[in-house]
T-cell receptor
């Protein structure tokens, strides 16, 4: 089955801890993205990568970090510097940055 | 000014009616336009994309694009209770070959049985 997987589905974190969210795709897509969604709001871009070993900051990158060492994988680390990390995190990919993006099932992060 | 704006709703329509959703965008150079459907607690699912002015039909869905007016819409014909969801408008714009997708906040649609 081709698609995008994210793990874990739910994640609980204590304040001051870093956590890493996994995103894997087997669609052979070049571009990958991380978004954050808060209740009643649209998606906001955190980081994106158009090619392996390269990534750019999105609109709300502060307190987050990423890596893109493999085409299939684009993990997101939520650091303790992120002031309000409780949100629904969505990973997406597209065959080309101009074309449609497909989303994984998401990770719901709660800071306790 | 937000890059992509939608009426938040909720938009309530009776079963079998047409639901009409509107979206405006600020960047006149925007190139690609998408509609996603998002059920509560789930991730967005692509339902339509349109690149050129005019109408594009896919089953019960029709997307309409008017670049001169910077306006894109989605019509859902013969609305069903399963169409009850939030619909996100998304627009691609580019700067120096760097493409970004901006999302509206979404319109919540409720189809009454």
């Amino acid at each position: 089955d081709g698609g995008i997987t994210q793990s874990p589905k739910y994640l609980f974190r204590k304040e001051g801890q870093n956590v890493t969210l996994s995103c894997e795709q087997n669609l052979n897509h070049d571009a990958m993205y991380w978004y954050r969604q808060d209740p009643g709001q649209g998606l906001r871009l955190i980081y994106y990568s158009q090619i392996v070993n390269d990534f750019q900051k999105g609109d709300i990158a502060e307190g987050y970090s990423v890596s893109r060492e493999k085409k299939e994988s684009f993990p997101l680390t939520v650091t303790s510097a992120q002031k309000n990390p409780t949100a629904f995190y969505l990973c997406a990919s597209s065959i080309h940055p101009r074309q449609e993006q497909f989303f994984g099932p998401g990770t719901r992060l709660t800071v306790l | 000014q937000k890059e992509v704006e939608q009426n938040s709703g909720p938009l309530s329509v009776p079963e079998g009616a047409i639901a009409s959703l509107n979206c405006t965008y600020s960047d006149r150079g925007s190139q690609s336009f998408f509609w996603y459907r998002q059920y509560s607690g789930k991730s967005p699912e692509l339902i339509m994309f349109i690149y050129s002015n005019g109408d594009k039909e896919d089953g019960r869905f029709t997307a309409q694009l008017n670049k001169a007016s910077q306006y894109v819409s989605l019509l859902i014909r013969d609305s069903q209770p399963s169409d009850s969801a939030t619909y996100l408008c998304a627009v691609t714009h580019s700067l120096n070959n760097d493409y970004k997708l901006s999302f509206g906040a979404g319109t919540t649609v409720t189809v009454r049985a």
